[in-house]
């Protein structure tokens, strides 16, 4: 696997990215791309990273991973991670990897995790140049994800207080206000351990208010007729299982969601054999890596 350390430019910051290219190209060979979005706060060395880059390299695919701005190794304030900055930072990473002299012009793809699956759904909705995309315990309504991350009013209410504070910090102070982590998504302790080294233990209240403001399921229906996977678990964790029901109700065709019992939220990390034989027939069926003639979509519910 020839691995290459790079970086490009996106709002006047340096991003950090790693491209792996299969063995065995012949000269002059192109083929199709996907790049691997990280979660809230995480960097492109997590597991749910990592594990889909290796099962894609595997299948023949180029793979980006890269952190984003304010994140890992790249350049940015640390721990303000604003959702449409994010999805700038994947619109460049992708004219960056659709330039590549390994990858075919136009057959990249976005698979993403999480805050990063929220990320890839909306950037696919603003950019038509994104040729496919994989959502995994994805989330398109921010405010409708907190209330079921905080439940109870008691909850509820320690969160927009939060909210509240960090406003008017901001506006006393011209400072950000910052927030543990698991205030803004909380974690079963069981899954903390996902949580790679590096990643950012605090965040500007500024980022849990552009979470809760950030709506994807309100633009997924102008990904079509380009072709999207969503992914959850049955019982997620993490991210309420609805929100992916609901951006599969509001998406156009082709479309198809896949809800997995005996899975959690990092379910890319988990090597699943069941996920990933969907994935694989999805990336054969919409993506494969000779192009052929466009196919229909799936409509299914499973």
């Not at 919409?286 to 979509?297: E, I, M």
Request: glycine residues 10%.
């Amino acid at each position: 696997m020839n691995e290459q350390s790079v970086s490009f430019e996106s709002a006047g910051l340096r991003l950090a990215g790693i491209v792996r290219v299969p063995e065995g190209l012949a000269p002059g060979e192109r083929r199709p791309a996907m790049i691997v979005l990280h979660g809230f706060g995480s960097t492109k060395e997590a597991s749910n990273v990592l594990g889909p880059c290796a099962v894609l390299e595997s299948l023949g695919y180029v793979t980006m991973r890269f952190d984003m701005q304010g994140c890992g190794a790249s350049e940015g304030e640390r721990g303000n991670l604003i959702c449409l900055e994010q999805v700038q930072n994947t619109s460049d990473a992708l004219t960056f990897l659709d330039a590549h002299p390994a990858v075919q012009p136009g057959r990249v793809g976005l698979i993403g995790s999480s805050f990063g699956a929220a990320v890839a759904v909306y950037t696919a909705a603003v950019d038509e140049r994104v040729a496919g995309i994989i959502s995994s315990g994805g989330w398109g309504h921010g405010e409708r994800k907190f209330r079921g991350q905080h439940p109870g009013e008691e909850a509820w209410a320690r969160f927009m207080a939060m909210l509240e504070a960090g406003r008017r910090h901001r506006a006393e102070t011209g400072r950000s206000l910052m927030v543990p982590r698991l205030e803004i998504v909380p974690l079963p302790p069981g899954l903390r351990r996902q949580i790679v080294d590096g990643s950012l233990d605090e965040f500007t209240a500024e980022t849990a208010q552009s979470m809760f403001d950030f709506k994807a399921e309100e633009v997924v229906h102008r990904i079509a007729p380009r072709p999207l996977l969503l992914l959850h678990s049955s019982v997620d964790s993490v991210t309420p299982t609805e929100q992916s029901i609901e951006m599969f109700k509001r998406a156009g065709r082709p479309a198809d969601l896949h809800l997995f019992g005996e899975t959690d939220h990092f379910m890319l990390a988990e090597g699943n054999t069941r996920v990933w034989n969907v994935v694989r027939d999805w990336l054969d069926r919409f993506l494969p890596l000779q192009p052929r003639a466009a196919a229909t979509g799936g409509e299914g519910a499973h």
